[in-house]
């Protein structure tokens, strides 16, 4: 049974829940009036009203958060269904020339690229070129030792974040990188890792394998792989280019080496945001970093070409008659491999977060110092995909803005009551639905707060007669039936409240199946990690009447 998240989650999401609200009732002008003009670019297709909301909401939101956070500029590509619904741009670009944040704004990736890099290591495990339970020293030009002794490195090991390796900053410069593999072969020549104004972490803590630590260089050290082992020969940036970004028709996006005015295509360098290191209200350009380990993170993109990967991903490997992957590999990659970081699992390069829950979801986020903030998730049981990007890197402390923007869509989804989740519609699914709006009636009162005297008729029949449809849910056909409202409500009174009680009155109903209790759960919108009653009817399979 999933686990309840921890209190400040909860009003981390009612504050997120006012301030829409807040937005929501006040005027365009009195926003305005509140703070600085944020200019708003978008670009809507989708008439689905589930979606319009959704829209409608963020559009409200993400101002305010941005305001609050001092976030200079935000672009942002929703997809439902398989396809981009929305793309925004939010603030500016650039603040000293005025110039405004657009769909089409560039960011730089971060740590984002090491999902590109993940999966050019299994386009090869794919195409049987390398395979992941090898070492790594079969497929390097150099060899890589870990000192604390244990098993070989194996490709597995790097995709899941175990070969031993201390975490690092992705080898950061302030000169252009020599090639990758001068730059990967010299990081592991040297036995710290720079951090914290010098030399002073151990390049390696644990044997192969046996503990989680983050590594920009482990990632690297995939890419230069690709690089050396592919068929066609060619340099990562142009196996990523050629394998995945073309084919899924990315116009304004790249993998380069150095990320610089030489090496960026023409069009998408004119569409790059300005990065700033936000302190105090002051909005500071950032110097250009360059990445020596640049597989662990250094794409350009806009959020609407990355999110074609993710929609790739989601079907299996293919995107608008593009396949990328095959869908087993896809598969592979997205199996739960390892504990990750922050409570999540390890997939193959992917964070996998709230595994077996309906909130499941697969993501990575990525950030480029000290400019650029960015986020990619995607939430498989709800069909939504989401990628946005900040250009700021705010000191001394990184505000919560963008785990607030993540966070709000999922808890929305969540909330949400997606039409017609296969329950059907009609007199009896709203009799269906109704009885089990009484129990939950009942339960609330007499099971989750236990208040010791039962709920009498005459509240049963008052919270009847008064139940109003709400006019806002005009895209779900009315199932209410006061009647069976009722009786459900009744029903459970006299069974009983205890767990044990509504255990077996879930198993044993004479008026619906433990099939009719599970799809009316979801119907009525039950896919609360705080939930508890009910929970144990999602634990496992339902059946057709048992």
Known sequence: MPQPRPFAAVLLVCLAFCLVVA????????????????PISEVVQTSVESD??????????????????????????????GEIVWEAGFGHADVAANEPMTPETVF?????????????????????????????????????????????????????????????????????????????????????????GTDTLPRWFAKPGEQF???????????????????????????????????LGMKY?????????????????????????????????TPEVYFGEFPAGGFESTPSDFLRFYLAILNDGEYDGARILEADTVAEALTPQAEGMAGMQMGLAWMLDKVGEPAYNIQHGGAHMFGWHNWSIAWPNYDTALVYATNHWPLPDIPPDITMLRNFVEQWLTYDIVPDRGYGHGPESARKVSYVRGVLFTAAFNHAIAIPTPVSDEQIMAAADGAVWNPDRNDVPNNWDREAFIQGAQDLREHGVTTPAIRSFLEDNDVLTRADFALAYLELGGNSEMSAFFAQLLEGPVDDGS
């Open 213 to 247: 630590m983050y590594s920009n260089l482990g990632m690297g050290t995939l890419g230069l792989i690709v690089e050396q082992n592919n068929p066609e020969g060619l340099s990562y940036s142009d196996y990523v280019e050629q394998k995945f970004m073309r084919p």
């Open 52 to 81: 319009l909301r959704l829209i409608d909401a963020l559009r409200a939101y993400i101002p305010n958060v941005m305001r609050a956070f001092g976030t200079p500029g935000l672009n942002i590509a929703l997809a439902r269904r």
């Open 253 to 285: 996006s790249q993998y380069p080496p150095i990320q610089d005015q030489e090496t960026i295509r023409p069009e998408i360098w004119e569409r790059k945001s300005t990065g700033y290191m936000t302190m105090g209200g002051v909005f500071i350009p």
């Open 108 to 196: 730089n990736s971060g740590s984002m690229g090491k999902l590109y890099t993940g999966m050019a290591v299994m386009k090869l495990v794919e195409d049987g070129v390398i395979e992941l339970d090898s070492p790594i020293n079969e497929y390097l030009p150099f060899e890589v030792v870990n000192p604390m002794g244990g098993r070989p490195i194996t490709v597995r090991d790097l995709l899941i974040h175990r070969p031993g390796l201390m975490s690092d900053a992705a080898l950061s410069l302030f000169r252009k990188p020599r090639s990758l593999r001068e730059e990967i072969e010299a990081e592991y020549q040297r036995d710290m890792t720079p951090m914290s």
């Open 23 to 38: 937005c929501s009732t006040r005027a365009p002008d009195e926003i305005a009036e509140a703070g600085r003009d944020i």
